[in-house]
C-alpha cells in the first residue's frame, strides 16, 4: 500500500499540486486497506507530495480503521459537524497555500466540489483518475489471486445455478438459490444484479428476473459475478436444458 502512496506523491510532485482528495471507496480500499461503504456520508484520503497521507471517515468508523492495516492519521466527524471544515483545515495546516488539488472529477458529486472550492477559492482542480486507473492496471501478485479465488467462486455459482434447473422452477428462484449459496460462502455482495433468464427473456443480455418459468428445450441464462476481497469476477454462459432445436444450437 505504502508503495502505491508513494507513486501517487511523485505524480503530485509532477503535476506541482499540494494535494490529491481521493473519494471513491474502491480506490480508498486499494491505496489504504480499509474497505468501507459511507452511504450518504464523507469518506476520503488526503496524499500529500512530502508529508504523510491522511484518512478521513465518519465518525462511526473509526474504530473499525484502527482495526484495520491504515497506520497513518484518521479524523472523523459526527452527523451534527461539518466534514468540509474538518478536511479543510487539516489539510491547510499540512500545506498553508493550496494552488492545485487533485480529486476524481468522475466520482465527486458537483455538490461536494462546490462546497469544496468555496472554501479553497485559489485552487484550480485537476484529474487524479487516469493516474490512479494506470497504478491499478499493474496488478500485484497478491491481487492475482484474489481474481483467482474471485473466479473460481463465480464458477461455483454457475455450477449451482445449472444444478438447480428443473421443470417448472422459476428464474429468481434460481437466482434466490445461487445468492444463498454465495452467501454461505462468504461472499458479501454480487458484482451486479444476479441474471437468470429463459425462453424468450434469454435473448435480453439485461433482462430481468421473475417468474417465467424453466421449461425442457430450453435455454437458460446466467450473467453474475462476485465480490471477493474488493475485486469483481463477472462470467456468462448459456446452458441448454433438455433437447434444444438445431435453430437454438446454431445461435449458441
Not at 506523491?9 to 486499494?30: H, M, R, S
Not at 489504504?32 to 462511526?60: C, I, K, M, N, W
Not at 494552488?99 to 458529486?109: D, L, R
Request: glycine share 6%; charged share 30%.
Amino acid at each position: 500500500m505504502e508503495k502505491n502512496i508513494d507513486i501517487l506523491q511523485n505524480w503530485l510532485k509532477e503535476q506541482g499540486a499540494e494535494v490529491a482528495f481521493i473519494t471513491d471507496p474502491e480506490n480508498i480500499a486499494y491505496f489504504t486497506g480499509y474497505h468501507s461503504d459511507p452511504h450518504e456520508r464523507v469518506l476520503g484520503l488526503a496524499v500529500f507530495p512530502e508529508v504523510a497521507p491522511f484518512l478521513f471517515t465518519p465518525g462511526l468508523e473509526i474504530e473499525d480503521v484502527k482495526k484495520s492495516d491504515w497506520s497513518h492519521d484518521t479524523y472523523g466527524y459526527s452527523d451534527i459537524e461539518n466534514p468540509w471544515e474538518i478536511i479543510v483545515t487539516e489539510i491547510t495546516k499540512r500545506v498553508p497555500t493550496v494552488k492545485k488539488f487533485a480529486i476524481e472529477k468522475s466520482h465527486m458529486s458537483v455538490d461536494r466540489f462546490e462546497i469544496l472550492a468555496k472554501y479553497l477559492t485559489d485552487a484550480t482542480f485537476i484529474s487524479i483518475e487516469e493516474k490512479i486507473q494506470m497504478i491499478r492496471l499493474i496488478k500485484t501478485p497478491e491481487e492475482l489471486t484474489i481474481l483467482k479465488e474471485a473466479a473460481l467462486l463465480a464458477d461455483y455459482a454457475i455450477q449451482v445455478g445449472v444444478d438447480e434447473i428443473a421443470e417448472g422452477k422459476t428464474e429468481a428462484e434460481i437466482v434466490a438459490k445461487i445468492e444463498y449459496e454465495m452467501k454461505k460462502k462468504g461472499v458479501t455482495a454480487m458484482s451486479f444484479s444476479t441474471m437468470v433468464l429463459t425462453g424468450t427473456k434469454g435473448a435480453l443480455p439485461h433482462g430481468t428476473p421473475g417468474d417465467t418459468r424453466i421449461k425442457k428445450g430450453d435455454l437458460v441464462l446466467f450473467d453474475l459475478g462476485v465480490v471477493h476481497k474488493g475485486y469483481c469476477s463477472d462470467i456468462t454462459r448459456t446452458i441448454a436444458y433438455g433437447e434444444i432445436s438445431a435453430e437454438q444450437e446454431k445461435n449458441l
